[in-house]
Nanobody
Framework: QVQLVESGGGSVQAGGSLRLSCAVSGSSYCMGWFRQAPGKEREGVALIDGYGSESAEPVKGRFTISRDNAKNTLYLQMNNLKPEDTAMYYC????????????????????WGQGTQVTVSS
């Protein structure tokens, strides 16, 4: 069983930065960040496993996912934020040893946090 608790969301102006954190209870190799804006489907933002990390196209070059295993924490560093990044951000974990098969598929992740809101104003 894996429990996830996100923090670090908030309101920021366009061009600003935020760092999201996800406290992880339990072990998981494949982890990811997803987001969901009002009226839209949940979408993958970035993922990480023992083989590396990957960012979705809309955030490439701006968002970086990382993990500190000693602190059992997953991070998402978000730079140059845009109004279209406004969404509820969720931390997710899968029981698989890599993210190779599910990648950004929501159905591929069994464990979810409660979410943290990010609002970017223009």
């Amino acid at each position: 069983q894996v429990q996830l608790v996100e923090s670090g969301g908030g309101s920021v102006q366009a061009g600003g930065s935020l760092r999201l954190s996800c406290a992880v209870s339990g072990s998981s190799y494949c982890m990811g960040w997803f987001r969901q804006a009002p009226g839209k489907e949940r979408e993958g933002v970035a993922l990480i496993d023992g083989y590396g990390s990957e960012s979705a196209e809309p955030v490439k070059g701006r968002f970086t996912i990382s993990r500190d295993n000693a602190k059992n924490t997953l991070y998402l560093q978000m730079n140059n934020l845009k109004p279209e990044d406004t969404a509820m951000y969720y931390c997710a974990a899968a029981s698989s040893t890599s993210c190779r098969w599910q990648r950004f598929s929501v159905k591929g992740y069994e464990y979810w946090g409660q979410g943290t809101q990010v609002t970017v104003s223009s």
